[in-house]
């Protein structure tokens, strides 16, 4: 059957159905571990600046950066990162996850590896960006490919549960930096450059890994591969079959007719955010916005409050730093459950809501001057246990209630817009505060974010998705998915 319209071509299937009815197995698991690691790299990227941040700043490590310019320098990691992910997402969406979520390793890899050749400041932070534009574009690549490969009714914990393991190799990063940051084992010179080999090490280890996850069969059945989608999805079948020892479920539902198209236009993009679907796009920009702003701002600059508010030796910061990357896997981890019981709309409103007037408390006592630093990466552990699991659910959000041909331009659109306005200003801001050594001025910063936060909460709880336990098409209909009652697209009517 076709619709008349050229390059276009109409087919009936019940993949996403096939797809969403498999019972849990070891395949999914491989899915989780090859492509959740993304997260794990980047919790060792960005916990290793931040550990070191203290060494950065000193001549022995070959750089002698300024506070203001370790900030600067997370600053353009995250820049990096959002024009990577619009960069590569839109390939994404044009050329498949796999291709480009073995792409943007590769490029991660490369310039976290030259990064440890550093000799000035603008060498290092350019490298950092390229680096950074890796990252970026795994996020779209894997949250589509996490997204349509996991059945409805894991999607939201195992979301959690991969963003949460940032925080994985942020203690990885930690444990790390205790060692190599350590003067009297390793030279300062080389300490931070052998943590950026190790991470570029870790990273090959997985591109290996990734060559067994195949191409997501809702990607290839929009894109006029019907064939190739339905032998992907029997194999997915088969292994599951094999691993369970029992047989699938009955699919359930009718198909979905599907208008099969090489590409979409960003036309249709543009329309599908803005007009078809703005309130989804103010609730996407603002849970990412502020969550954006919260991370950035104090993680890229915690090295930096404990060495000059507290006393700290750079040596030591990584003791402080892992007990605070325990807190924020727990939370994702332990609460991601709810998000598929209990609900998204109840569930992520209140962890931003919590999670900014804990904040708000921690930011008075501090400036009262009565933490030390062991009570105020305690009271930061509690914080975060409840942010991380809300910004985890602010990429869970922005990645299922799109329609599935611009899923991973939808991600990086909402990652970049949020993340260069919250993410970027964020360090910036907050290493320019810390280097005044004025606690009532970072007290207002910590308001600030408090203030998103508990914003963020309101508006999800007006606009939020009720999208548990729902297949994706059920939470949005593809652009390509022909309305029987018409015999038109939404694409074409959009």
Known sequence: MSNGSAGTHAVESRIPSRMDRLPWARWHWLVVIALGVTWILDGLEVTIVGNIAGVLATPDSGLNLTPGQVGLAGGIYIAGACTGA????YLTDRFGRKRLFL????????????????????SFVVFRFMAGTGIGGEYSAIYSAVDELIPARFRGQVALAISGSYWIGAMMGSALSIFLLNP??????????????????????VLLIRRYVPESPRWLLTHGRTEEAEETTKYIEEEVRRESRRELPEVEGPPLTV????????????????????????????????????????????ALVLTQFYGISSGSVPYYIFPFAVGNVLGPWLLGRFFDTIGR?????????????????????????????????????IVFFFASAAASAGYLTV???????????????????????????????FGNIIGTGNAGKLFVAYLVGAGFMIFAAIIELVLGVRSEGKSLENVERPLTAIEEATGTSAASSA
């Open 86 to 89: 619009l960069f590569f997402s």
């Open 103 to 122: 792409i943007t390793l590769g490029v991660y890899l490369v310039f976290s590896f030259l990064t440890a050749f550093s000799w000035s400041f603008w």
């Open 184 to 205: 009297n084992l390793v030279n300062q010179y080389y300490g931070w450059r052998v943590a950026f080999w190790l991470g570029a090490a870790l990273g090959i280890c």
């Open 259 to 302: 208008e099969q198209r090489e590409s979409i236009g960003f036309g249709i993009i543009l329309r599908a955010m803005f007009q078809m679907y703005p309130k989804r796009t103010i609730l996407g920009l603002t849970l990412m916005g502020s969550q954006a702003f919260l991370y950035n701002a104090i993680f890229f600059t915690y």
């Open 345 to 381: 709309v109840a569930m992520i409103s209140g962890c931003y809501f919590i999670s900014g007037g804990l904040l708000a408390l921690t930011g008075y006592l501090f400036y009262l001057d009565i933490l030390t630093a062991t009570t105020q990466t305690i009271l930061w552990c």
């Open 399 to 429: 990645s299922e209630i799109f329609p599935m041909e611009i899923r991973a331009m939808a991600i990086a659109l909402f990652y970049s817009i949020a993340t260069a306005v919250g993410g970027i200003s964020g360090p910036v801001l």
